[in-house]
């Protein structure tokens, strides 16, 4: 489950504690404003993340998920799911890297 992930990315964004700052946003279904924004929103001195957790590479997003999506890729912001595997291989460690100042 996503609850798996979650907790994953939180460690690996603990360990940049001074590098980047973060928020999580674990169920958008409470905020104001449209469902379906993205799990994460990471900065840092070199750009900005939009992340949505899954479970799976084949997990679907929903409907106001796939909206977002859409909406953040079309004002070119950086927007990706991340899934279990990603954090096993790697992959989410890596781009939270491209975010810090130092090379």
Do not use: N
């Amino acid at each position: 489950m996503t609850e798996q992930v979650v907790p994953g990315v939180i460690r690996c964004l603990d360990s940049y504690a001074h590098s980047v700052r973060w928020i999580h946003f674990p169920d958008s279904r409470g905020m104001l404003g449209s469902r379906g924004f993205p799990d994460f929103v990471i900065a840092g001195p070199r750009g900005l993340l939009f992340r949505e957790c899954k479970p799976r590479p084949d997990s679907h997003l929903s409907p106001s998920q796939t909206a977002w999506r859409w909406m953040l890729l079309a004002a070119g912001a950086d927007y990706a799911v991340w899934t279990q595997q990603d954090l096993d291989d790697g992959t989410i460690e890596r781009q939270i890297d491209t975010l810090r100042s130092e090379p």
